[in-house]
Nanobody, 123 residues
Framework: VQLQASGGGLVQAGGSLRLSCSSS????????VGWFRQAPGKEREFVSS????????SYSDSVKGRFTISRDRVKNTVYLQMNSLKPEDTAVYYC?????????????????WGQGTEVTVSS
């Protein structure tokens, strides 16, 4: 499974971006999918995850109420809608396919990772 994350860019504080994560090769339609981010000089942190059918989602406290994760199983794509962006959201965002079908918050629960897409929020 190869994952491709896209949609990053430069945006002003308060703006919005939508990240996409798609897979090539084997589908991840039966797996949980998560988003993580890593800011310069910081460790990778959990952002959000979604179960295989979209019925369950989870968010970190720092993005809850501002970010929304969703998936289109037909298109084999997971989205992360990011609203009310803050400078502290600046990071490289990675999507990953979980080993299981449920939501997961720990990085070691994920087997396949995308290459990352950079998000920069200016103040």
């Amino acid at each position: 499974v190869q994952l491709q994350a896209s949609g990053g860019g430069l945006v002003q504080a308060g703006g919005s971006l939508r990240l996409s994560c798609s897979s090539s090769g084997r589908t991840f339609s039966n797996n949980g999918v998560g988003w993580f981010r890593q800011a310069p000089g910081k460790e990778r942190e959990f952002v959000s995850s979604i179960s295989w059918n979209g019925g369950s989602t989870s968010y970190s406290d720092s993005v809850k109420g501002r970010f929304t994760i969703s998936r289109d199983r037909v298109k084999n794509t997971v989205y992360l809608q990011m609203n009310s962006l803050k400078p502290e959201d600046t990071a490289v965002y990675y999507c990953a396919s979980a080993r299981s079908s449920t939501t997961q918050v720990i990085a070691s629960s994920y087997r396949y990772w995308g290459q990352g897409t950079e998000v920069t929020v200016s103040s």
